[in-house]
């Protein structure tokens, strides 16, 4: 399964996007698909995750009430919408899926089978 993430940019601070990530098999329609987040030097961390039936999600406490991720009706397309940004958040933003039909996000990269290739979010202050 191949993973294309698209929809970062640059923004002011407390500004919106809406990052896509457009899987290439229909496989993936029953995968959990999740959104990461790396800055140079620092590990990749957990921003949001998504059950193949959109039924359950979890978010990073960073993010919450501030971002949004959903799934398409195809299910193999998924949507982080961010508002509220902060220069914190700026970041390369990976989108990821993770080949099991659990009902529990998991918020670990190391759960997650395939990759996109990033995206770049950036957010001036």
């Known amino acids: 399964v191949q993973l294309q993430a698209s929809g970062g940019g640059l923004v002011q601070a407390g500004g919106s996007l809406r990052l896509s990530c457009a899987a290439s098999?229909?496989?993936?329609?029953?995968?959990?698909m999740g959104w990461f987040r790396q800055v140079p030097g620092k590990e990749r961390e957990f921003v949001a995750a998504?059950?193949?039936?959109?039924?359950?999600?979890r978010y990073a406490d960073s993010v919450k009430d501030r971002f949004t991720i959903s799934r398409d009706k195809d299910k193999i397309t998924v949507y982080l919408q961010m508002n509220s940004l902060k220069p914190e958040d700026t970041a390369v933003y990976y989108c990821a899926a993770e080949a099991d039909v659990g009902i529990v996000p998991s918020v670990f990269d190391r759960s997650y089978d395939y990759w996109g290739q990033g995206t770049q979010v950036t957010v001036s202050s």
């Open positions: 098999e229909r496989t993936a329609s029953s995968y959990i």
């Open positions: 998504i059950t193949w039936g959109g039924s359950r999600t």
